[in-house]
C-alpha cells in the first residue's frame, strides 16, 4: 500500500510506496530541495522539517549534520529519511531577494537604448518585460517597465535543480537518460521562473499576463535544460551543444506564464559550456571595445573567464564546483542571515575574528567567508602550500576517518564548532584551481603573464562580496594592484537586460557572440600542468 508524502507550503501530494526516502518523494513530486552530495548524506543540504507522519528512525548522519535543536525541531536529512505511513513535510522554497542582493553590472548601453524608447511591443497597458539569468546554482530575475526601461524589482531563488546533484554534468546525464528524465528538468525550471515572475508581478500590483518578453542567459547546459534539448552530447569530448542559434520562442509552448502572444528571446551560445551568460558579461561590460588587457570573470558553480587584448576576444568555462560559494561543505551556506561572510586575523597568536550576514549567532559559512578563512589558515602557516593541515595545531580535531577539520568558529548557535575538513580544503583547492587555471592559459594564449593585466573585472553576486585580497592570497585571483580589479555585481543579468530593452543591444550581442573566440581548456597545451599547479597555494603567503 502506497504512503501520501504531502510537502507544505506548496501542498504538493504524491503517492510513494513506503521504504522510499523523503528525497526521492520530493523529486517525485518536483520540490526543490538541494542534494549537492547527491543523497549520500554528507552535505547536510536536503534538509526537510517533518510536522506530521512516521518516518525510520534518525541514522548517524543525521545525528551528525543536525546538530543543537534541529533534530528535536522535526529537522531530517530528506535522503535519509524512509517514509514508512503518510506524512506532511516542510521544505525549503524558492526565496525571494531585495533588489540590493542582486545588484546588477553596469549597462553602458542603456541609456541609449531608453532614451530610442520602447522597441518591443506587447498588448499589456504598461508592458512589463523580464531579463532571467539562469545560473547553476542561482536564479536571478528582474522586471523591466518596457516603456521607459525602469528597473522595477528583483528577485533569486535557488535552482530546483540542485536535487539532481550540485554539478551540471550530473544533471544531463540524469536528463540524458530518458525523454522523460529531460522533461522533469525542463519543468522544474519552468516552475520557479513562473513562480518568480508571479511573486515578481504581484509584488508591483501586477500580473505574470503583463510580461510580454523575457531574455533568458545561462551557460550551454542550462539552456539545454530549460528548452528540453538533446545534452548528451555537451557531457562527452567534443562537448557540442545541440545548437548554438538564437532563437525566439513562444512562452506558452514552453509552459511559461506570460501574456498573450508572450515570447522568450534565448541569446546565442558561444560554444562547449560557454554560454550566453557569457555573452551577456560580454556586452555590459563593453570589452570588444577597450585597449589593452582585460579580464572578466563570472564566478560560479561553472566560472567563465573572458580575455579581451585590444578588444579580440578569447573565453573558456571552467568547472569550479560548488565549494566556493558555501554549498558541498558541511557547514556551507548561502548568504543568509548567521552564514559567515568576513573572516580576520585579530591577534599576532592567531585568533581569528568573524562578522555574520545580519550579526546574526553564526550557523553556517558563505562563499566570501570560506575565501576569507582560507587565506587566514594560509597567513596563520595552519596549512601548508599544498593545502595540508598543520599537525598538532590547537585548532584541529582529529576525525576517526582521517578526515581532521579544523575549528574556525568554537560553540556555534549549531551548538557546535564550525569547521572546514582537510577533503573540504581539497574540493576548494580544486576549484580555485580551476578558475586560475583556466586565467592563466587565456594569457598563455597571448604570450602574456598576469602582470600585463590593465583590469579584472569580477562579475557575479558571488563575486561581488569576495575579498579581493583573500582571492589573491589563495591564489584565486592572479596578484596585481588592487586598483586594477573591480566588483561589478551581477554582469550577465545586466547584459541579459540590455538585449531585453533594446533591439540595437540584441543586434549587438549576436554580432559579438560571432567574434569571440571559445577555447577549449582541455586541449590546450599546459592545461593539465597548470592545473595541477593552480590548486596549491601561492609561495609568497606563507
Ligand atoms: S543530499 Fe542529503 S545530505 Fe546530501
Given at each position: 500500500?502506497?504512503?501520501?508524502?504531502?510537502?507544505?507550503?506548496?501542498?504538493?501530494?504524491?503517492?510513494?510506496?513506503?521504504?522510499?526516502?523523503?528525497?526521492?518523494?520530493?523529486?517525485?513530486?518536483?520540490?526543490?530541495l538541494p542534494a549537492a552530495c547527491g543523497g549520500r548524506g554528507y552535505c547536510g543540504k536536503c534538509r526537510?522539517?517533518?510536522?506530521?507522519?512516521?518516518?525510520?528512525?534518525?541514522?548517524?548522519?543525521?545525528?551528525?549534520?543536525?546538530?543543537?535543536?534541529?533534530?528535536?525541531?522535526?529537522?531530517?536529512?530528506?535522503c535519509?529519511?524512509?517514509?514508512?505511513?503518510?506524512?506532511?513535510?516542510?521544505?525549503?522554497?524558492?526565496?525571494?531577494?531585495?533588489?540590493?542582493?542582486?545588484?546588477?553590472?553596469?549597462?553602458?548601453?542603456?541609456?541609449?537604448?531608453?532614451?530610442?524608447?520602447?522597441?518591443?511591443?506587447?498588448?499589456?497597458?504598461?508592458?512589463?518585460?523580464?531579463?532571467?539569468?539562469?545560473?547553476t546554482t542561482?536564479?536571478?530575475?528582474?522586471?523591466?517597465?518596457?516603456?521607459?526601461?525602469?528597473?522595477?524589482?528583483?528577485?533569486?531563488?535557488g535552482n530546483?535543480q540542485s536535487s539532481w546533484g550540485a554539478d551540471?554534468?550530473t544533471?544531463?546525464?540524469?536528463?540524458?537518460?530518458?525523454?522523460?528524465?529531460?522533461?522533469?528538468?525542463?519543468?522544474?525550471?519552468?516552475?520557479?521562473?513562473?513562480?518568480?515572475?508571479?511573486?515578481?508581478?504581484?509584488?508591483?500590483?501586477?500580473?505574470?499576463?503583463?510580461?510580454?518578453?523575457?531574455?533568458?542567459?545561462?551557460?550551454?547546459?542550462?539552456?539545454?535544460?530549460?528548452?528540453?534539448?538533446?545534452?548528451?552530447?555537451?557531457?562527452?569530448?567534443?562537448?557540442?551543444?545541440?545548437?548554438?542559434?538564437?532563437?525566439?520562442?513562444?512562452?506558452?509552448?514552453?509552459?511559461?506564464?506570460?501574456?498573450?502572444?508572450?515570447?522568450?528571446?534565448?541569446?546565442?551560445?558561444?560554444?562547449?559550456?560557454?554560454?550566453?551568460?557569457?555573452?551577456?558579461?560580454?556586452?555590459?561590460?563593453?570589452?570588444?571595445?577597450?585597449?589593452?588587457?582585460?579580464?572578466?570573470?563570472?564566478?560560479?558553480t561553472?566560472?567563465?573567464?573572458?580575455?579581451?587584448?585590444?578588444?579580440?576576444?578569447?573565453?573558456?568555462?571552467?568547472?569550479?564546483g560548488p565549494a566556493?560559494e558555501g554549498a558541498a561543505l558541511r557547514?556551507g551556506s548561502?548568504?543568509?542571515?548567521?552564514?559567515?561572510?568576513?573572516?580576520?586575523?585579530?591577534?599576532?597568536?592567531?585568533?581569528?575574528?568573524?562578522?555574520?550576514?545580519?550579526?546574526?549567532?553564526?550557523?553556517?559559512?558563505?562563499?566570501?567567508?570560506?575565501?576569507?578563512?582560507?587565506?587566514?589558515?594560509?597567513?596563520?602557516?595552519?596549512?601548508?602550500?599544498?593545502?595540508?593541515?598543520?599537525?598538532?595545531?590547537?585548532?584541529?580535531?582529529?576525525?576517526?576517518?582521517?578526515?581532521?577539520?579544523?575549528?574556525?568558529?568554537?560553540?556555534?548557535?549549531?551548538?557546535?564548532?564550525?569547521?572546514?575538513?582537510?577533503?573540504e580544503?581539497?574540493a576548494?583547492?580544486?576549484?580555485?584551481?580551476?578558475?586560475?587555471?583556466?586565467?592563466?592559459?587565456?594569457?598563455?594564449?597571448?604570450?602574456?603573464?598576469?602582470?600585463?593585466?590593465?583590469?579584472?573585472?569580477?562579475?557575479?553576486?558571488?563575486?561581488?562580496?569576495?575579498?579581493?585580497?583573500?582571492?589573491?592570497?589563495?591564489?584565486?585571483?592572479?596578484?596585481?594592484?588592487?586598483?586594477?580589479?573591480?566588483?561589478?555585481?551581477?554582469?550577465?543579468?545586466?547584459?541579459?537586460?540590455?538585449?531585453?530593452?533594446?533591439?540595437?543591444?540584441?543586434?549587438?550581442?549576436?554580432?559579438?557572440?560571432?567574434?569571440?573566440?571559445?577555447?577549449?581548456?582541455?586541449?590546450?597545451?599546459?592545461?593539465?600542468?597548470?592545473?595541477?599547479?593552480?590548486?596549491?597555494?601561492?609561495?609568497?603567503?606563507?
Amino acid at each position: 500500500m502506497s504512503c501520501t508524502v504531502q510537502f507544505e507550503p506548496s501542498g504538493t501530494a504524491v503517492e510513494i510506496e513506503p521504504g522510499r526516502t523523503l528525497l526521492e518523494a520530493a523529486r517525485e513530486a518536483e520540490i526543490p530541495l538541494p542534494a549537492a552530495c547527491g543523497g549520500r548524506g554528507y552535505c547536510g543540504k536536503c534538509r526537510a522539517r517533518v510536522v506530521g507522519g512516521p518516518l525510520s528512525s534518525v541514522t548517524p548522519r543525521e545525528k551528525e549534520a543536525l546538530t543543537g535543536t534541529l533534530l528535536a525541531d522535526g529537522w531530517r536529512l530528506a535522503c535519509q529519511c524512509k517514509v514508512t505511513g503518510s506524512v506532511t513535510a516542510e521544505t525549503l522554497q524558492v526565496r525571494d531577494s531585495a533588489k540590493g542582493d542582486l545588484a546588477l553590472g553596469e549597462m553602458p548601453g542603456l541609456a541609449a537604448a531608453e532614451a530610442a524608447g520602447p522597441r518591443l511591443h506587447t498588448g499589456a497597458r504598461e508592458p512589463l518585460g523580464c531579463a532571467v539569468d539562469l545560473g547553476t546554482t542561482n536564479i536571478a530575475m528582474y522586471l523591466y517597465r518596457m516603456t521607459d526601461g525602469a528597473l522595477l524589482g528583483a528577485s533569486g531563488a535557488g535552482n530546483p535543480q540542485s536535487s539532481w546533484g550540485a554539478d551540471i554534468i550530473t544533471r544531463l546525464a540524469f536528463g540524458a537518460r530518458s525523454a522523460e528524465n529531460g522533461k522533469k528538468l525542463q519543468r522544474v525550471l519552468v516552475k520557479s521562473v513562473n513562480l518568480m515572475t508571479a511573486h515578481g508581478a504581484a509584488a508591483l500590483g501586477r500580473s505574470p499576463a503583463d510580461i510580454g518578453e523575457m531574455v533568458v542567459v545561462g551557460n550551454s547546459g542550462m539552456h539545454h535544460m530549460f528548452l528540453d534539448l538533446p545534452g548528451a552530447q555537451l557531457i562527452r569530448a567534443p562537448y557540442l551543444p545541440a545548437t548554438l542559434d538564437a532563437m525566439t520562442l513562444a512562452a506558452r509552448d514552453l509552459g511559461i506564464s506570460m501574456g498573450p502572444g508572450g515570447c522568450v528571446y534565448m541569446p546565442p551560445l558561444v560554444g562547449g559550456f560557454v554560454g550566453s551568460d557569457l555573452l551577456a558579461v560580454a556586452l555590459s561590460t563593453g570589452m570588444d571595445r577597450q585597449r589593452g588587457v582585460r579580464l572578466a570573470i563570472d564566478i560560479g558553480t561553472n566560472t567563465e573567464v573572458l580575455l579581451s587584448v585590444d578588444g579580440a576576444l578569447h573565453c573558456c568555462s571552467t568547472a569550479s564546483g560548488p565549494a566556493l560559494e558555501g554549498a558541498a561543505l558541511r557547514y556551507g551556506s548561502l548568504a543568509e542571515p548567521g552564514a559567515i561572510e568576513r573572516m580576520w586575523i585579530d591577534d599576532p597568536a592567531g585568533g581569528l575574528s568573524f562578522r555574520t550576514v545580519g550579526d546574526r549567532p553564526a550557523n553556517g559559512i558563505c562563499g566570501s567567508g570560506i575565501i576569507d578563512a582560507l587565506g587566514c589558515m594560509r597567513r596563520l602557516g595552519e596549512i601548508s602550500r599544498t593545502g595540508l593541515m598543520r599537525p598538532g595545531s590547537s585548532r584541529v580535531q582529529a576525525d576517526p576517518g582521517g578526515d581532521n577539520r579544523f575549528v574556525l568558529a568554537r560553540a556555534t548557535s549549531l551548538g557546535a564548532d564550525l569547521t572546514v575538513s582537510q577533503s573540504e580544503i581539497r574540493a576548494l583547492q580544486l576549484a580555485k584551481g580551476a578558475i586560475r587555471a583556466g586565467i592563466d592559459t587565456l594569457l598563455a594564449i597571448h604570450g602574456l603573464d598576469a602582470g600585463r593585466i590593465d583590469q579584472v573585472t569580477v562579475a557575479g553576486t558571488f563575486g561581488a562580496h569576495i575579498a579581493i585580497e583573500s582571492a589573491m592570497e589563495i591564489g584565486l585571483l592572479p596578484r596585481i594592484p588592487l586598483d586594477r580589479i573591480r566588483q561589478v555585481g551581477n554582469a550577465a543579468g545586466a547584459g541579459a537586460a540590455l538585449m531585453l530593452l533594446s533591439r540595437e543591444e540584441r543586434a549587438r550581442a549576436e554580432a559579438l557572440c560571432r567574434s569571440i573566440t571559445h577555447v577549449e581548456l582541455s586541449l590546450q597545451p599546459g592545461f593539465r600542468r597548470r592545473f595541477a599547479h593552480a590548486q596549491w597555494f601561492p609561495e609568497e603567503s606563507a
